[in-house]
């Protein structure tokens, strides 16, 4: 389906763009009179594609929701855990391949625009970052995933996560304070900074958010193996 491919795509496209954007714009700005970590910087437009990504997922699944498309997959393939493993390996595997390309892209094009504050792949946790930053993407894909299959609707799941990504993350986190750090998102992202002082470290942040994608894809999982067509 178009949309399906045209969410993978933007996932590339949208972070691109954004990256462009604020590192022509204000990138060098920014960094001579920031002290904020410069690694973590330079993946600041995966905020955007990260949307893309659920996206991505949720209408990858919620295709199947369509005009009795699962009843025509499950005579194809009756036994319901294998279709929805090939399905969730298909998904994660373009969104992983995706986010990969998309994580190390966004980081050489916005150095080009930084000058003298250009970083490289060998300043302090680039290169783990940039590997990181396409799992994360992969795995936020999966977790979109997972929620449409349960409760069958694109629309329903991106109306909820989006704004929780966007909006509600940040208000929990000034509530909640550290507890927020366990949320998929903000656990996730901990892998795009270069020091970790305190909170969750680079690869536990990304164990958490796998935790999360593996829940809803468990959850998804139930509901495809349970519930009629």
Known sequence: MRSVSGSLMSVFGATLCITVLV????????????????????FYALNFGQIAALAFGATAVSSEFLDGALRISFAAVPRRGLLYGCKMLVVGGLALGVGLITSFTTFFVGQLFMGDYAISL????????????????????????????????????????????????????????????????????????????????????????????????????????????
């Open 122 to 229: 060998g300043h302090a946790g680039a290169l783990r970052a940039a590997f990181g930053g396409g799992i994360y993407l992969g795995l936020m894909a999966l977790f979109a995933a997972g929620l449409t299959a349960l409760l069958r609707s694109a629309v329903a799941v991106l109306s909820l996560l989006i704004p929780f990504i966007l909006i509600v993350s940040f208000v929990i986190g000034d509530i909640a304070g550290d507890t927020a750090r366990f949320l998929p998102d903000q656990a996730g992202q901990s892998v795009l900074h270069a020091h970790h002082e305190a909170g969750l470290g680079p690869w536990t942040g990304l164990a958490v958010t796998a935790g999360w994608a593996g829940l809803a894809l468990l959850a998804g999982w139930w509901s495809m193996s349970r519930r009629d067509a």
């Open 23 to 42: 590192f022509a714009s204000v990138g060098q700005a920014e960094a001579s009179g920031a002290t904020d970590d410069p690694v973590f910087s330079a």
